[in-house]
């Protein structure tokens, strides 16, 4: 307790308002902090004193009329300034620990109270918009307009100090396994694949611009040329992209490569990182990651990132169903299902199943409709009865191993689409269902295609990027059936959460070239675009690869949320605004004309106000 006293200690108090004890009882302390509540009880005044560390209780006598002496008269000034104090002041209390007659479970401190001796009002405060309370009743647009408030909740407070220490145990594991963390330029150059840029004028290159990086890919490939070996970084990467609960247009990403490396050097190197992040942050102890082929997830859980923590697996139904004079079924490329164990019950009424309906046909699912057959005991309905006696639904239930009571969930249509949008809605309904709140499941998935047909442009594009390598065995593929060669790629995923990803790196020059050739790049566009590594590679570049894992969606798989903004101190809505510095906005004229911009956006019209 002494040393951390010590380090709370400061020219304005000797503690912070979360460390006193039953055993300071009878030291004269100072503390400083918010109020978070002040209640004149007349006879006396309670305020509890907030900060980054917890809450003390401090309790002001009031004498009433008994002013006969001047340590009176200074106990009545106290009592009025306590009692005067309003939510938010900051404040300077000095007294003696006292024992609390009623203790408070709920705190820390809450054997104590400070009987003060003096309050000094260092600021004071405006009635703040919301509460700043664990539970608050503002609306998330207030909490980011008024962030700095927001930051004082326990919640978004213990979320940014969870990110803190997550940073503090990644930077000591990889530094332990001889990595070196190297900054890589934020103003770089701008590149045609993946996600679309932000970019930035350059005013002393007119015309021309840089673009921030959406990974350091390049920079970090450039190092292992370079001979640094291990390369870690915990950096800010940006892509302006559409936006959602686990996306921002700026995020981070632990970014690592080394060289001299097979893809199971790698996994079993981050593997361990993971390992050793969920004992030391949560306590959790995770049994050996299971690797599991890109294809088998598509199969069984129609995405390429499951949450393995329930079972739920996807069954094609197509050979068993079709034929029976249903349209939807008979034209379909695929017809599959999934058995929701146990949910014929929840899912009695009418406007229960319509609700999975409207879900199927969802934004976030995208399927083009659901049909559904309920087991129960001694009866079977279907919303397919006119098509299908019971003995096909019988069948149907013995193909999928759904019992009585159990919920059987069929979309019909594309493969691919179908597949993706039913593994889509395995994951809403596992929510539903209350199956994805509980444990940790992590798992490797694997051999990636290493390229997928855009028909919009009629051209092959890199699954991941174009700097990865194919597997051995499938070069032969490359020159004429590109489609079946896999990618010597790898995710990692967490509870249904791609919370990594990364590669086996090409080193060759000569087969950089030929996948920029694959990819729809000339010669001359490669080496414009992509001149300084295949340079670099002209001068021994070792086997290398490595990945990149999410910190900010790391942090919200600790901490138990859904959404990434807690975790970052000054996020940006679903629009990329930054609604406490109203960012983005117009720049002068002036600034255009220095930059050589010109643009062609007209001005917002400015809200007419009452009279």
């Known amino acids: 307790m002494e040393s951390k006293a010590s380090k709370a200690k400061t020219g304005y108090r000797t503690h912070n308002c979360g460390e006193l004890r039953i055993g300071d009882v009878g030291k004269e302390v100072s503390i400083c902090g918010w109020v978070q509540k002040s209640r004149d009880k007349k006879g006396m005044a309670f305020v509890d004193v907030r900060d980054r560390y917890g809450v003390t209780q401090a309790v002001f006598s009031n004498p009433l009329d008994d002013t006969s002496t001047e340590e009176k008269k200074a106990q009545k000034e106290r009592y009025e300034i306590a009692a005067k104090l309003g939510r938010e002041y900051v404040v300077q209390i000095t007294g003696k ?99 679309r840029d932000f970019v930035v004028p350059s005013r002393m290159n007119p015309g021309q ?76 102890k995770f049994d050996k990651f299971e690797r599991m082929q890109y294809s088998d997830a598509m199969e069984h859980y ?16 197509t050979k068993i169903v079709q034929g029976k004079g249903f349209k939807v079924f008979d034209d379909a490329e695929l017809v599959v299902g999934i058995v ?48 299908y006696k019971d ?13 009585p009571g159990d919920l059987l969930l069929i979309f019909a249509g594309p493969d691919f689409k179908t597949r993706e949008a039913m593994g889509k809605f395995r994951h809403e309904l596992g929510t539903i269902l209350g199956l994805r709140n509980k444990g940790f499941y992590g798992l490797w998935v694997v051999d990636f295609p290493l390229l997928e047909y855009d028909d919009e442009e009629k051209r092959w594009c890199a699954m991941h990027h174009p700097f990865t390598s194919p597997k051995p065995e499938d070069v032969q593929y490359l020159e004429k059936e590109p489609g079946k060669v896999r990618a010597n790629a790898y995710d990692m995923v967490i509870n249904g959460v791609e919370v990594g990803g990364g590669s086996i790196r090409i080193h060759d020059q000569a087969m950089q070239m030929q996948m920029f050739k694959l990819l729809g790049f000339t010669e001359q566009e490669a080496k414009d675009q992509f001149g300084f590594l295949m340079g670099a590679f002209e001068y021994g570049a070792p086997p290398h690869g490595g990945l990149a894992f999410g910190f900010d969606r790391l942090c919200s798989i600790l901490g138990g949320e859904p959404s990434i903004r807690n975790f970052i101190a000054f996020p940006k809505n679903k629009q990329g605004r930054d609604l406490m510095i109203e960012a983005p906005s117009a720049i002068s004229q002036k600034q255009l004309d220095e930059l050589c911009i010109a643009t062609t956006a007209k001005p917002e019209k400015p809200e007419k106000k009452n009279p």
């Open 97 to 195: 620990v006292v024992e609390r007659a009623a203790k408070s479970k709920d705190k820390a401190t809450g054997d104590i109270e400070i009987v003060p001796s003096s309050i000094k009002v260092l600021n004071p405060s405006k009635t703040p918009p919301f509460l700043i309370e664990t539970k608050t009743d503002a609306l998330e647009e207030i909490r980011m307009k008024f962030r700095y408030l927001d930051i004082r909740r326990a919640p978004v407070k213990n979320a940014l100090i969870l990110r803190h220490k997550l940073a503090q145990v990644v930077r000591n594991y990889l530094s332990g396994e001889g990595f070196i963390e190297v900054e890589t330029p934020v103003l770089m150059k701008s590149t045609p694949e993946g996600a």
């Open 302 to 317: 129609g995405i390429d990132k499951p949450d393995l923590r329930y079972e739920m697996k996807l069954k094609n139904l």
């Open 209 to 284: 611009f840089y673009a921030l990086p959406q990974s350091p890919q390049t920079f970090k490939q450039i190092l292992m040329v370079a001979g640094m070996d291990r390369y870690f970084q915990i950096v800010k990467c940006f892509r302006d992209e559409e936006l959602r609960a686990d996306r921002q247009p700026e995020f981070t990403q632990i970014d690592c490569e080394m060289s001299y490396v097979t893809q199971e050097d790698v996994l079993n190197t981050f593997e361990s990182m993971i390992r050793t992040i969920f004992e030391k942050m949560v306590g959790h």
């Open 340 to 387: 929701a164990k146990g949910a014929a019950a929840t899912y009695k009424s009418k406007k229960k199943i319509k609700s999975l309906e409207s879900l199927a046909k969802s934004q976030v699912v995208g399927a083009g409709g659901m049909i559904w057959v309920k087991y129960e005991e001694g009866k079977v309905s279907s919303s397919v009865g006119k098509f």
């Open 391 to 403: 003995e096909d639904l019988a069948e149907w239930a013995k193909f999928t191993g759904a019992k």
